[in-house]
């Protein structure tokens, strides 16, 4: 019985191989790099947005001059 107490209850994470032979710790190490990656890419899809959004205003603000 106390060998029992001894035991952990859950494996390790380095232990448990999953689907495509990764350990759960690997796993987590490439989602947290997939997810950096993503956040990345969001921060420059807006970046270019926003530089779009300022070029139409002044467009609109030339343009609006031109009819006045």
Do not use: C
Not at 1 to 15: A, L, R, V
Not at 30 to 41: M, T
């Amino acid at each position: 019985m106390p060998d029992d107490k001894e035991k952990p209850q859950h494996p390790s994470p380095d232990s448990i191989r999953g689907p495509g032979g990764l350990t759960l710790r690997q796993v987590f190490e490439q989602v947290q790099k997939s997810r950096a990656r993503d956040l990345e890419a969001a921060k420059s899809r807006n970046a270019l947005a926003e530089k779009q959004n300022r070029w139409r205003r002044f467009m609109h603000y030339v343009w609006d001059k031109k009819k006045g």
